[in-house]
């Protein structure tokens, strides 16, 4: 069994700044690509940024320049830097995994999701 936990949401003042992390445990043997997406009430959940393994990284157009996304294989832990927040950035952020456990099976996992609000 995996699971992803996600930290970091919470309330911040436009222009502001958070930072999210993902842990992913259980019975992982290699985790592949991994991700955030966001979604709001009424509307799908979309692609803010993903990561492979060896660091390729692809942004949403909306926050190139603000989110940076990183990750730290060793730890099994995907982070998002969100930086000059807008209120539009509003929404629960998902993580999202890639893996492969260690029986060889392919899975894909999410998160809870946590919230982030940008509001004055």
């Known amino acids: 069994q995996v699971q992803l936990v996600e930290s970091g949401g919470g309330l911040v003042q436009p222009g502001g700044s958070l930072r999210l992390s993902c842990a992913a445990s259980?019975?992982?043997?290699?985790?592949?690509?991994m991700g955030w997406y966001r979604q709001v009430p009424g509307k799908g959940r979309d692609m803010v940024a993903t990561i492979s393994r060896s660091d390729i990284t692809n942004y949403v157009d909306s926050v190139k320049g603000r989110f940076t996304i990183s990750r730290d294989n060793a730890k099994n832990t995907v982070y998002l830097q969100m930086n000059s927040l807008k209120t539009e950035d509003t929404a629960v952020y998902y993580c999202?995994?890639?893996?492969?456990?260690?029986?060889?099976?392919?899975?894909?996992?999410w998160g809870q999701g946590t919230l982030v609000t940008v509001s004055s």
């Open positions: 259980g019975s992982i043997f290699r985790i592949n690509d």
């Open positions: 999202n995994a890639d893996l492969l456990t260690t029986t060889f099976r392919d899975l894909e996992v």
